[in-house]
Each structure stands twice: as C-alpha cells, then as structure tokens.
C-alpha cells in the first residue's frame, strides 16, 4: 500500500544537498539555512520554492535522490495550482516514486499476483469479497488513473485521437472513483486514511493537472503537438471558471 511518507524516507544526505543548493542559489550562510531546519523542521527548506529552481538548474542537482527530486517539484507543481496541503503533496509524490519502479503498475501490491491492464479491470474488483484485496483495488485504481493521467497525458491525448481511446476525463472519473471509494472503505478508517482519499478524490483533476505540468517541463519538454496544446488550453479555462 502506497503512503504518504515520502518526506520521512528523506535521509541525511538529500537535507545536506538541499541546504547545498539553496545556499548557492539564494547567496544564503548555509549555516543560516541549517538554523531554520533547526527551528522549523526540514519543510522550511523544502517549501522554499528556489529549491525547485536550484535542483533544475545547478549541476549539483543531478545528485539528487528520486524521493528528494519529485518531492520538490511536485510540492511546487501543486502549490502553483492552489494546493498547498504537504500531506497530499506527500502521498502525490509516493504514487510517483512507487510507480515508477519496474513491474509496480499493473499489481495492487507486491504479494498479488494479479496482473491489470486496464482501469476497468481494476474498477471490475473495487467490490473483491476479500476486504483487504477491495481496499487495495481500490486504493490502485485512483493510484493508477493520477500517475497515468498525470504524467503521461499525451499519451492518453494521441490515443484517444488516432484510436478512439478513453480521454483525460474518464481517467479522472475512475480515478476520483477509485479514491472516493478508498475512503469509505473500513480501512482507511483504521489506517487513518479516509481524509487522505476523501481529499484526493475531490481534487483529482486539480491534482492531474500540477502533475501535467511537471510532465511537460521535465519528461517530455520539447514535446509540441495540437493535443499538448488544446489539453493546455482546456485545462486553463476549466480553472478559472472554478476560481
């Protein structure tokens, strides 16, 4: 099971580096910057949004941890669109780094041997007699439709175009599904984890779109395609009529 952990699996070297980076891009004592991890937690550089801005653009930056590295810019990414709770940006990255490791994607967990290949076979057991299997399909399905919807949009945009696949707003509807759905479960009562979901599945499309734009600018920057362009466009629009 995915959790919101990513800034407690941090080690002592990615807060060295991070204190590295900021001191040469903010001209800042490095000592300056180890007081305020002492006073307000390693979030007080972490936060700091030339953080993002020095593992982009200093060498330095290349000896990042994954952990270290998404957690960055995609707090940032979020931020930027209005999000600023850390726990969301926490568990965002955790589906980020987990699923990007070989052979997590199609499995609910490690000891399942079920292989999905779809969100619809996952949503076909969101209702498995086991009740630990359902809350792990559950969980999965909206795990799944955010890392795909949000890091691989294009994808999703050129498919639904020259195949008459599924666009951006069913991944959305599945995944907010899938979370909703999460947090009704008993067990993210026990696990603490009902508001989590519950949060997730309302922002899922506000989620998607900050991880689209970690997306364009790191993965797929010299991307430029009339999908990309009207997925920008119509994202846009959307958020302003809800702001």
């Not at 707003?169 to 759905?181: I, T, V």
């Amino acid at each position: 099971m995915i959790l919101a952990n990513t800034r407690q699996q941090l080690t002592r070297d990615d807060a060295q580096l991070a204190v590295r980076l900021l001191a040469r891009v903010s001209a800042t004592p490095p000592e300056e910057i180890e007081r305020r991890i002492t006073d307000e937690g390693l979030d007080a550089v972490l936060d700091d949004p030339l953080l993002a801005r020095a593992l982009r653009q200093l060498p330095a930056g290349a000896h990042a941890s994954l952990p270290l590295f998404a957690y960055a810019m995609i707090r940032q990414a979020l931020r930027d669109a209005g999000e600023n709770d850390r726990g969301i940006a926490d568990y965002v990255t955790s589906i980020v780094v987990h699923l990007s490791l070989a052979g997590r994607v199609p499995r609910i967990g490690a000891a399942d041997d079920q292989v999905y290949d779809s969100l619809a076979a996952l949503a076909a057991d969101v209702e498995d007699p086991d009740a630990n299997r359902a809350f792990l399909v559950r969980t999965h399905l909206g795990n799944y439709a955010l890392w795909l919807s949000g890091l691989f949009p294009d994808h999703i945009e050129q498919r639904r175009w020259r195949r008459g696949g599924p666009d951006l707003d069913y991944f959305e509807e599945l995944g907010a599904k899938g979370f909703h759905l999460a947090a009704e479960h008993r067990l993210a009562g026990q696990y603490g984890l009902a508001t989590l979901y519950a949060t997730a599945a309302e922002r899922f499309g506000l989620l998607r779109t900050a991880l689209n734009s970690v997306s364009d600018s790191l993965l797929f920057p010299n991307l430029h395609t009339p999908e990309r362009l009207m997925r920008i466009v119509r994202d846009e629009a959307r958020w302003r009529r809800m702001s």
